[in-house]
């Protein structure tokens, strides 16, 4: 079993940075990729960023150029920087793990999912 847990969540004003992180234990073995996924109010849990294992990344178009996604292969963590915040970006943010070198931007592509950390941006 894999465990992830999230943190740096909270309340900011729009245009306000908050940096996400996300730590995993248990049974990984080999090379995996990660991501993040956001949930609104009433929508459909949708893609955020994706880093392979090679830190190879990929972004929705939504958060292009004001999100940035990083990965510490050694700690088995996985952040998410979120610059110029929004008030659309308000959602509960995920992270989760492939068990494989590149998870991509389905959510079918990840093998385990983090409780989620809740980001709140007000106008």
């Known amino acids: 079993q894999v465990q992830l847990v999230e943190s740096g969540g909270g309340l900011v004003q729009a245009g306000d940075s908050l940096r996400l992180s996300c730590a995993a234990s248990g049974r990984i073995f080999s090379s995996y990729g990660m991501g993040w996924f956001r949930q609104a109010p009433g929508k459909e849990r949708e893609f955020v960023a994706a880093?392979?294992?090679?830190?190879?990344?990929q972004y929705a178009d939504s958060v292009k150029g004001r999100f940035t996604i990083a990965r510490d292969n050694a700690k088995v963590a996985v952040y998410l920087q979120m610059d110029s915040l929004k008030p659309e970006d308000t959602a509960v943010y995920y992270c989760?793990?492939?068990?494989?070198?590149?998870?991509?931007?389905?959510?079918?592509?990840?093998?385990?999912w983090g409780q989620g950390t809740q980001v709140t941006v007000s106008s």
């Open positions: 880093i392979s294992w090679s830190s190879g990344t």
């Open positions: 989760a793990i492939g068990l494989r070198n590149y998870g991509g931007i389905l959510s079918t592509g990840y093998d385990y």
